[in-house]
């Protein structure tokens, strides 16, 4: 190998040089030649990042290697789920392999719920943008860092239980977190996570260990493949040194011990096809049911609050919806907590894409100009007030505007990231989209949350099918509008928290 001389400066006198190459040194060469190789020292009892959203990104090839290696048990599995019952992690939940999981989200996984509950694991239910934070924050060696995210949540005071009894007793709660105020903001005290082990799915690798992520796959892929101290990549494709331009190098191989080869397809948890506006405002007002009706109404109005210009994430559900009711030509750019920024409509036929889903699991596409990145990114854009308007669900919501939307009594399903999205209301207008009672017809909008809440005094606009609400935290609820047909007295019959009404009160014009 020739030698390439590069002049390094001078001492006492005498110029001194270094080699860039040498015929001495031995090629770097990180590629295995299967995940079976890749795993072959770990260990049990190790801490596991692992990379994925929902199933986007997931590093399928590796997991199932683990899924056979039933001597390596007691693992400390960091994702932000545990997959789905035979699919991804969930196949380690089955091999009771995973001790303890730290997720965000339990969702529609009926094993991960019932071993929990059961207390056959341990649960650290952890915001989803904490999860990210806590990753990327352990990978730049920062131990600890403060979140307004869960900050007067059970998050924060320590009131959920890691793990139970087979009787159904708590055997461990979380302890209460640390907490200190900010310029006049309070902040709760996160630990950073430190990983042992990293699998990580990219979509191009070299044998130096740069990669390069493709659409949406980056997720938490990227903060957890710079966390561990043995990072484990699977590439969808290897490829030459040089051939992944130096800019588009996304996870650079100082972080990344081994390669391997993806061997495993790619899934698509819930495919959704794109309907016109047209088709869409059909099918919400299709519906002869009251509900049906309710419904409409209130994704209507919800509409009306998105503006031209305005960087917007919007809830799985009736949020989602409204964009369909905007008028031609407004544009408003929809972010993605899985790292979308110009996140575009649902996918025509033969469009749908498995590394391009949304928050929800959900096939999308990109508009022009859309950028894609890190999930640690996406939460960082939330929680610094970047976004103008986050329009969620909700279960409850009280006169100062605590909100509450993740957790009913004897169900776990996850935290997900609204604590997130609700953490900066200062910056972001929080605005809550529910019916007006519940199916038994008791109030949703309290004096007090009966609820856990997802974030104090956060709301700023209450729409429902009968009402639409300003919620100041100091005085309260100001009834704004009402639905056509319904009066002050009827909302107040429904209404468990006192109002004050507007002045300038009128019919909602939808």
Do not use: W
């Not at 190790?46 to 048990?73: A, C, M, Y």
């Not at 049911?289 to 919007?314: C, P, T, W």
């Not at 100091?474 to 056509?484: C, D, F, N, P």
């Amino acid at each position: 190998m020739q030698r390439t001389f590069h002049f390094a400066g001078r001492r006492n006198g005498k110029v001194m040089r270094f080699f860039s190459t040498t015929s001495a040194r031995p090629a770097i060469n990180k590629i295995f030649p299967s995940a079976q190789e890749a795993i072959k020292d770990m260990k049990s009892d190790s801490t596991l990042l692992v990379g994925g959203f929902g199933f986007s990104g997931v590093p399928n090839t590796l997991i199932n290697e683990l899924r056979d290696r039933k001597d390596i048990q007691n693992l400390r599995v960091v994702s932000n789920n545990a997959g789905m019952p035979g699919v991804g992690l969930g196949q380690l939940l089955e091999t009771k392999q995973i001790g303890t999981m730290v997720a965000s989200y339990i969702g529609d996984n009926k094993v991960f719920e019932q071993m929990y509950l059961k207390g056959e694991l341990s649960l650290e239910l952890t915001p989803q943008g904490t999860i990210a934070e806590k990753c990327a924050a352990g990978a730049a060696g920062v131990p600890a860092f403060y979140t307004p995210a869960a900050y007067g949540t059970i998050v924060q005071t320590g009131e959920i239980p890691i793990r139970y009894n087979p009787d159904g007793t708590v055997a461990l709660k979380a302890p209460p977190k640390e907490t200190r105020d900010f310029n006049g903001k309070s902040y709760v005290l996160e630990e950073s996570i430190f990983g042992d082990y990293a699998f990580v799915k990219v979509a191009k690798a070299d044998r130096l260990g740069n990669c390069q992520f493709r659409k949406a796959q980056n997720n938490f892929n990227e903060a957890m493949g710079k966390n561990a101290k043995i990072t484990i990549v699977e590439a969808d494709e290897i490829v030459e040194d040089g051939q992944i331009a130096p800019e588009d190098i996304h996870l650079q191989g100082i972080y990344v011990k081994r390669v391997i080869k993806s061997t495993e397809g790619k899934q698509i948890e819930r495919t959704v096809f794109y309907k016109s506006p047209e088709e869409q405002k059909a099918a919400i007002a299709s519906g002869s049911s009251e509900a049906a009706q309710k419904r409409e109404r209130i994704i209507k109005r919800a509409a009306q609050e998105l503006k031209d210009g305005m960087y917007v994430n919007l809830g799985i559900g009736m949020p989602l919806a409204a964009p369909a009711f905007l008028p031609e030509g407004t544009e408003i750019i929809l972010e993605s907590e899985n790292g979308i920024l110009g996140m575009g409509r649902y996918p025509k036929p033969g469009e749908e894409d498995p590394d391009l889903i949304n928050a929800g699991k959900e096939t999308v596409t990109l508009n022009s100009g859309a950028s894609v990145f890190g999930s640690h990114e996406s939460f960082g854009m939330i929680r610094a007030g970047r976004i103008d308007v986050a329009m969620l669900g909700a279960m409850q919501v009280n006169q100062f505007g605590d909100l509450a939307n993740f957790m009913l009594p004897g169900k776990v399903k996850g935290i997900g990231g609204a604590m997130d999205l609700v953490a900066n209301p200062e910056q972001t207008k929080v605005i809550v989209t529910m019916e007006h009672v519940d199916k038994k017809g008791n109030p949703k909008i309290l004096n007090q949350c009966t609820f856990p809440l997802t974030g104090p005094k956060c709301v700023s606009t209450i729409i429902t099918d009968l009402a639409v609400f300003d919620v100041d935290r100091v005085e309260g609820l100001t009834l704004r509008e009402h639905a056509k047909g319904v009066t002050v007295d009827e909302i107040k019959a429904k209404t468990e928290a006192p109002f004050k009404v507007a002045k300038d009160l009128k019919e909602m014009d939808i």
